[in-house]
């Protein structure tokens, strides 16, 4: 089980921690995932990082400003959002597939453990 939390309400330029918490160890087998639903848009993939953290990979609208980490000692991933921007305005989520090291993956359909998502609102 995954929970997501860290939204809310920012200035355009401002910065957001999202957390996400899982229960259980298998968090250790997960790659994990962050994505985002825009109002009126569908889901679209952010980041995701591999079970060890040492491959990253992030959607080119917000590479430069995104940092996906995990702390497997604490079963929590998270996405550190800096120079935020009015767009990235959405429903955030966080998910996570089981899968051996090295795996990361933009698609949706790999994710099988969703967290609720967090709503993160940029002003202008």
């Known amino acids: 089980q995954l929970q997501a939390s860290g939204g809310g309400l920012v200035q355009a330029g401002g910065s957001l921690r999202l957390s996400c918490a899982a229960s259980?160890?298998?968090?250790?087998?997960?790659?994990m995932g962050w994505f985002r639903q825009a109002p009126g848009k569908e889901r679209e993939f952010v980041s995701a990082?591999?079970?060890?953290?040492?491959?990253?990979n992030y959607a080119d609208s917000v590479k430069g400003r995104f940092t996906i980490s995990r702390d497997n000692a604490k079963n929590t991933a998270f996405l550190q959002m800096r120079s935020l921007k009015p767009e990235d305005t959405a429903v955030y989520y966080c998910?996570?597939?089981?899968?051996?090291?090295?795996?990361?993956?933009?698609?949706?359909?790999?994710?099988?453990?969703w967290g609720q998502g967090t709503q993160v609102t940029v002003s202008s």
């Open positions: 998910a996570g597939h089981s899968t051996i090291d090295g795996i990361v993956s933009e698609h949706e359909q790999r994710y099988d453990q």
């Open positions: 259980g160890r298998a968090f250790l087998t997960y790659t």
């Open positions: 990082i591999t079970r060890s953290g040492s491959i990253t």
